[in-house]
């Protein structure tokens, strides 16, 4: 699969096209072109077989640059005329994030399918309104929870668990650093009421994570920190995070999240991930491997057989597309449930919420009685 790697936010990997839909079977629209992650989830759909007939966003300027990605989509004269055509059976959207909620309950109460951005949302209030009109309509609110979706390795490391190669998984470690790249940013990217906080934000990969590979179906935040220790000039901004969660099935999970990639790493953030099981334990080194290799997709497997290094980039694919499509048409929930993906949102913004803010040198001082 390729990509961007240096940068994060426009970060849309390609892999090889798997259609599980004939040519116009499955029509998509593209609408609000706020964040990069939109080509990531078009390409997904569309290796999977979607087609792409239109895309809508305000700025003239981004729709441009989304049609030479995509030059067979169309673009429309306004939101309307997408949520008109019957034809459309889902949306997706990268929205503001505090403004994907209320493009999802329009495009549901349309009659189609939201597929969004993560972090879905990011308050309580927005969530309730999402679940209402989600069970109203019928209609799929699902999310790019990209940093699992859209990683072989991720994708793998779940089969490995379903196939018992580390026994039961009582714990996960998730380490999501990423580039700040602060000049390329735009302005509501350092609006805390706009993109939420750390936690709610880039914290949703590694809640979502947590969910799917512990299996817990809910979780309690035991403790969360925020932080802007070095920047500022953005005084909105969480520049580090953390949280250490507790699940409803017993399991625990600690991730860290932050905006300091140092410019010498070769790509946007070395994602990890250490998953612990009662008979082994399973890292993923998602996008390199560091000094080593500049290639994603690394999995250490360690258990009763040994240690194994597996290099899956290329090999797995990424089902989640395709399985989104025929839940689409089938009305069945395979690629992920309604359940887990808003369960994953509310832990996000609870971690949010709840979180310390920890302040450089106030209240943390060295034990003077200390070495």
């Known amino acids: 699969m390729e990509a961007n790697h240096s940068d994060g936010m426009n970060y849309a990997p390609k892999g090889k096209p798997k259609p599980v839909v004939s040519p116009g079977e499955f029509a998509i629209a593209a609408v609000a072109l706020d964040h990069g992650h939109i080509y990531g989830m078009c390409n997904g759909l569309t290796e999977a077989g979607a087609t792409l007939k239109w895309v809508y966003d305000a700025d003239p300027d981004k729709v441009r640059r ?3 990605a995509f030059p067979n989509a169309k673009a429309a004269a306004s939101e309307e005329e997408v949520l008109s055509d019957p034809e459309v059976k889902l949306v997706a959207s990268a929205a503001v994030t505090n403004l994907r909620y209320a493009l999802g309950l329009r495009v549901m109460s349309s009659g189609k399918d939201y597929f969004t951005d993560k972090a879905p949302l990011t308050t309580l209030a927005q969530l309730d309104q999402a679940k209402k009109v989600a069970r109203e309509t ?60 750390i936690l709610c934000d880039i914290g949703s990969h590694q809640v979502e994570q947590f969910l799917y590979f512990t299996g817990a179906t809910d979780a309690t935040v035991s403790r969360s920190h925020i932080a802007n220790h070095h920047h500022p000039e953005y005084p909105e901004l969480d520049d580090f995070g953390d949280c250490l969660l507790i699940g ?34 399973i890292e993923l080194r998602k996008y390199v ?7 994603g997709d690394h999995v250490f497997l360690v258990n009763k057989d040994g240690e194994r290094h597996i290099g899956v980039h ?6 989640f597309f395709g399985q989104l499509i025929l839940d689409c048409i089938r009305r069945t929930e395979h690629a ?7 369960k994953a949102a509310e832990l996000c913004v609870r971690a949010q919420m709840e979180a310390v803010t920890v302040t450089d040198g106030v209240g943390f001082g060295r034990n003077p009685i200390l070495p």
């Open 66 to 68: 989304f049609l030479e």
């Open 336 to 342: 992920m449930t309604q359940e887990h993906a808003f």
């Open 248 to 281: 409803n099935n017993g399991t625990t999970g600690y991730f860290r999240v932050d905006w300091f990639t140092p410019d010498g790493l070769s790509t946007w953030g070395d994602g990890r991930t250490v998953i612990l099981g009662t008979e082994g334990y």
């Open 314 to 319: 290329g090999e797995v694919g990424c089902p």
């Open 138 to 197: 019928g209609m799929k609110y699902m999310v790019y929870y990209s940093e699992r979706l859209h990683v072989e390795s991720a994708i793998f490391a779940g089969q490995l668990i379903d196939q018992g190669a580390i026994g039961r998984v009582i714990q996960t470690i998730g380490l999501g650093p990423h580039r700040l790249g602060a000049e390329g940013r735009p302005a509501w990217f350092f609006s805390k009421e706009a993109y939420g906080g």
């Open 289 to 295: 491997n560091v000094a080593t290799e500049k290639t």
